[in-house]
């Protein structure tokens, strides 16, 4: 192809070389090129800082139009349970054959509230920071990562409130120890799901109507409000171990081993801390990877 007239020719030498070879060259990269996986892990963990501020400036903002601010992290949950309480504990009766049930539900909703809220954040991190992703130049993940941070931050809030709970019944005792690896686990599950959703989302803008209606069938098989070993009895055998492995039931019979004397070990699935591990490990790694892959696609188009 020729020149353009008035354009310079560039030095006699480049002539005849392809772009490709141009580019190798003079050392041209690919605008907005997706980085190696090891480099992209050590660019993140320099913007670590940025995360965390990011989620932080999120969740304070989160409230800032109610007239009760931040009591809202509280409150909402609490609601919550409320209607769940009233619902399937008093209307539906599922509160029969479970001890400490209020202690029982409240938990359930806290630690499903977390992964919830997680996805569905994470399911808007791309496209709703479109412009601050065309703006500037960084790792993709800081965002659905941020989301996740902040999910985790607003669970700390809470746990305040559901110790609290908890405490109405029962004092402390070392097995609430437990709670802490089993929240690591959980946060690691999260963020894995959440950048699996974050890619999704950033190329479906169906997929955050869709989300809702996943996530309450995903609540209603995860034994937030009623036991799994009550309402499995009489299944076929598969149906059991699809709601034993499920990832969010066994986060949260986690939980409810940790902080209630009346949720014994003989509830727990088989290997459950295996389970958390195996889920957390495959979730968090697979799904940075698989979001990683796409990097160069985020806010383009």
Known sequence: MPPLPGAPEGAPEDRGLTPKQLADKYALAVS???????????????????????????????????????????????LNILVYYFVFGVL?????????????????????????QAVLQGTRSISSNLGLIRALHFPRACMPISTTVQQLQQLLFSLVVMIAIVLVVQPPTLTWLLLIPALVLQFVFNTGLSLIVARLGAKVTDMAQLVPFILRTWMYTSGVMWSLTVVSHGKPEWVKILLAVNPAAVYIDLARYSLLDSFHANQLPHHVWLLAVAWAVVVGIGGFIYFWRAEEEYGRG
């Open 92 to 116: 539906l009766g599922t509160k029969r054959n479970i001890p400490d049930f209020i202690q029982y539900l409240s938990i359930g909703v806290f630690i499903f509230t977390f992964t919830q």
């Open 32 to 78: 907005g090129r997706r980085p190696g996986l090891v480099t992209y892990v050590k660019q993140l963990w320099r913007r670590r800082q940025f995360i965390v501020s990011f989620a932080t400036a999120k969740l304070t903002a989160q409230y800032t139009t109610a007239k009760m601010g931040q009591l809202w992290q509280v409150l909402t949950p609490l």
